[in-house]
């Protein structure tokens, strides 16, 4: 796409994130003025500022934005909390409160990234009760029951009759992309774990259950989710809709793991009996791994800040068939398609040139 003569400014709220990082990418590289908002600065990048705010202080918001005048604004940041209830407070507060932030500002367009646990339910009742059956498809109704996905949602709604800006809803599936740090990062989780198996001589044992080894089910590369995000945000096709958002094709993982294991030179072991969570196979490997980046001279030796085991754990574990039909935005006019295993590939190679995991 050529980028537009025009000055164009995007606040990108999580830009540091898995999804934020993303957006904030190819935005850059389209020629918008980026105000990247994180908790700490990002990558220097031609047109791009940091700015830092805490996103649960209302106060800290109206400071830190005051002056920002930005045009569209992407929202991928949310914050795990010990209840839904405080999921809710939390995280819909801080679409509140920072869309508040922006009332003086020309905005035009706000994209929110949510997830299938709009379909699923939160995760005090994640695939419990009566859900809709696959592929999960953007006019279902909500479940009856809390989450602070529609908190968001309504917050977005609400924010947009009263300043008069149109919206987007962004429903991926599981993310894969590129952050460090992250606390729902399945793609490091297993480059850390194959990285492991190799320097350890131990086969690379897939997790999860029989339904996810054996069922059909999507992901979502985190840049076609930042394609998906601008093409709302500047299309009038976008405008006022909610969008389901995955790379276009299926897989199975008894498929998908081989080919995972043979990028890394690894063992594949599938699934046998029962699942095989990494919390319990991967427990006690900090050490290792800081054995490992020392060898390798990686940037990061803390195993914490690589891989998060209980995500992938809970990803992989799912006893139901998880995935999404993206029709809605195709007919619309998003046609971006991505093959998962080059998603991955693709992923790995990034982080082994950036020294995040070992060649």
Not at 146 to 174: C, I, K, M, P
Request: glycine share 8%; charged share 20%.
């Amino acid at each position: 796409m050529t980028p537009s003569l025009e000055p164009r400014t995007a606040l990108v709220v999580g830009a540091s994130g898995i999804t934020g990082s993303a957006v904030v990418d190819q935005l850059a590289a389209e020629g918008w003025q980026v105000l990247a908002l994180a908790r700490r600065s990002g990558p220097a990048l031609p047109g791009v500022r940091w700015i830092q705010a805490d996103l649960r202080s209302a106060a800290d918001l109206n400071k830190v934005l005051a002056s920002e005048m930005p045009e569209r604004v992407f929202f991928t940041a949310w914050s795990r909390q010990n209840s839904e209830e405080l999921n809710i407070e939390v995280n819909g507060g801080m679409v509140r409160d920072l869309l508040a932030a922006l009332a003086h500002a020309p905005v035009r367009h706000v994209a929110l990234v949510t997830g299938l646990k709009h379909y699923l339910g939160p995760f005090e009742a994640y695939g419990q009760g009566t859900m809709p059956d696959t592929p999960f498809s953007e006019d279902e109704l909500r479940l009856d029951v809390a989450n602070f996905y529609y908190a968001q949602e309504d917050e977005l709604f609400a924010a947009s009759a009263r300043q008069g800006f149109t919206w987007s809803v962004h429903r991926s599936h599981t993310v894969i992309g590129h952050a460090v740090g992250n606390l729902m990062n399945m793609g490091l989780t297993l480059a850390a774990q194959a990285a492991l198996c190799r320097h350890l001589g131990i086969p690379f044992v897939f997790p999860g259950s029989a339904t996810q080894w054996n069922g059909v089910t999507d992901m979502t590369d985190a840049t076609i989710l930042a394609e998906q995000m601008m093409w709302a945000a500047t299309t009038a096709a976008g405008a006022n809709e909610a969008f389901n958002v995955v790379n276009g094709d299926v897989f199975r993982w008894r498929a998908m793991w081989p080919k995972i294991a043979a990028y890394f030179g690894v063992e594949p072991v599938g699934f046998v009996d029962e699942p095989r969570p990494l919390e319990v196979q991967m427990a006690g490997m900090e050490p290792v791994w800081a054995e490992l980046a020392a060898a390798y001279n990686l940037v990061e030796s803390d195993l914490g800040r690589i891989a998060s085991w209980w995500h992938t754990d809970a990803d992989l574990g799912r006893n139901i068939e998880v995935f999404t039909d993206i029709t809605k935005s195709r007919l619309a006019g998003f046609t971006p398609h991505h093959r998962t295993i080059d998603s991955f590939t693709a992923l790995f190679d990034r982080y082994r040139a950036e020294k995040i995991i070992p060649e």
